[in-house]
């Protein structure tokens, strides 16, 4: 079993930022990947970014050059540096954790960026 948790969400200005941060515990292995999604309210759970093991990355459209993803190997930790924010990222967001054929989210961290 893997358990997720996120911190870092919070209430901040338009343009302003935040660093959102998920560890990981339990079995992990070297074959996973990592990734941030969003949810705002009355909308569909998106895909944000993502990372493996390697540190190959992703981002959405509606998040590259303001977003960047992160991980530390050795701490089983993944980050999201987000920059520049917009209302429009008004969201939940959730670590998920993918390896060997299995999701595992957490229980998400919200994010509320004000005009």
């Known amino acids: 079993q893997v358990q997720l948790v996120e911190s870092g969400g919070g209430l901040v200005q338009a343009g302003g930022s935040l660093r959102l941060s998920c560890v990981a515990s339990?079995?992990?292995?070297?074959?996973?990947?990592m990734g941030w999604y969003r949810q705002a309210p009355g909308k569909q759970r998106e895909l944000v970014a993502t990372?493996?093991?390697?540190?190959?990355?992703t981002h959405a459209d509606s998040v590259k050059g303001r977003f960047t993803i992160s991980r530390d190997n050795a701490r089983n930790m993944m980050n999201l540096q987000m920059n520049s924010l917009k209302p429009e990222d008004t969201a939940v967001y959730y670590c998920k954790l993918f390896q060997r054929g299995v999701d595992y989210w957490g229980k998400g961290t919200l994010v509320t960026v004000s005009s």
């Open positions: 339990g079995s992990i292995f070297s074959d996973n990947v």
């Open positions: 990372i493996n093991y390697y540190h190959g990355t």
